[in-house]
């Protein structure tokens, strides 16, 4: 059985050397990215051969660290292109098991448009993940427009996973925790924070019209969801067209149309049943979020579904495959 895995993470911190001095001071060398940074930066050796023992087929790469959103919008460009050259090099001796998504200049809309069409037109990467907001701004705000029009204009899809919540949010409700003083990570990011501010982001963008302004636009979330399905029947009448938002339909059908959930670090089946009966079996893609949760956890999970084999293989990798066009997956030669 084919097996697509599309929310897999990398990083490479050999790259910090094109961040400036005061902002490679400025980073925490501390975290859980920080602790698998071995396995962040390695393709060919744990990571294949983890995704052989467990029947991975392909994982599509996306880069881990936000490091681009702390350069302005003269620098972060180049930044992001060094990236993404290096993550096409380092992929392109296994062209049948790795793509990847763009990492995009957040802080130079423009130019993160163009970035995404020249790594989806060089590389043939499937689109873009951006992590969260970007210093405080969400992309339902005007500047990011760019972006999804020319996202929409090559039929690929961006991804929103989720990123640091901002300062201001930090500390009002993620800090200071009975007695312990400062920023509580478990709920600030992975055990909850993470998850509601991702739906939040996916929320703005249908009340702001996004989706109706780019009606083939794709946007991919992860996690089972963020939350949503098991807010599906009191978000779709809160979120009703005339409600107040400038949405022109109804959130069940702008997502049914236009978004795109996975399973990364999800692997039990409740959750996945909420998703089963509110996006539906055409909007769930199978991901396992490596290195942060392992490959075989999420293949076991992925073989403990009770599907009819149609639907199981659209999990598995059908879904994956129309959606990244991976069935025409081809990259030029790299030198």
């Avoid at 881990?64 to 302005?72: A, R, S």
Wanted: net charge negative.
């Amino acid at each position: 059985m084919r097996i697509v895995a599309i929310e897999e993470h990398v990083s490479f911190p050999e790259l910090s050397y094109l961040l400036p001095d005061k902002v490679r001071a400025g980073k925490a060398p501390s975290g859980p990215a920080m602790q698998m940074m071995p396995k962040l930066e390695d393709i060919s050796g744990e990571r294949l051969r983890s995704m052989n023992e467990s029947g991975i087929s392909m994982q599509v790469l996306s880069v881990e660290n936000t490091d681009v959103n702390l350069l302005d919008a003269g620098s972060a460009p180049a930044f992001a292109t060094a990236y993404n050259n290096l993550l096409a090099a380092k992929i392109k001796d296994h062209p049948e098991r790795f793509t990847a998504f763009a990492h995009l200049p957040m802080t130079a809309p423009d130019a993160a448009a163009d970035e995404l069409e020249r790594v989806v037109k060089t590389y043939g990467f499937r689109g873009a993940m951006i992590r969260g907001h970007t210093n405080g701004e969400f992309l339902d705000a005007p500047k990011f427009a760019p972006i999804f029009e020319r996202a929409e204009r090559l039929g690929v899809p961006i991804y929103i996973h989720p990123g640091l919540p901002p300062k201001a949010v930090m500390d009002a409700y993620y800090s200071n925790v009975g007695d312990m003083q400062g920023p509580y990570d478990a709920i600030a990011c992975w055990g909850w924070g993470w998850h509601s501010e991702t739906a939040i982001h996916v929320l703005r963008l249908l009340a702001a019209g996004i989706f109706d302004r780019y009606p083939k636009l794709k946007i991919i979330i992860g996690h089972m969801g963020e939350m949503l399905p098991m807010m599906w029947a009191r978000a779709e009448r809160a979120f009703q067209p005339g409600s107040g938002g400038k949405n022109q339909r109804a959130l069940s059908e702008t997502f049914r149309e236009q978004l795109f959930i996975t399973t990364s670090g999800f692997f039990t089946q409740p959750p996945l049943q909420i998703a089963l009966d509110t996006i539906g079996i055409d909007n769930i893609l199978f991901s396992v979020d490596y290195p942060f949760s392992a490959n075989q956890m999420g293949v076991d999970f992925l073989n403990n579904i009770h599907l009819p084999a149609e639907q199981f293989e659209k999990i598995a990798h059908g879904n994956a495959d129309r959606i990244l066009q991976l069935d025409n997956f081809q990259v030029d030669k790299i030198d």
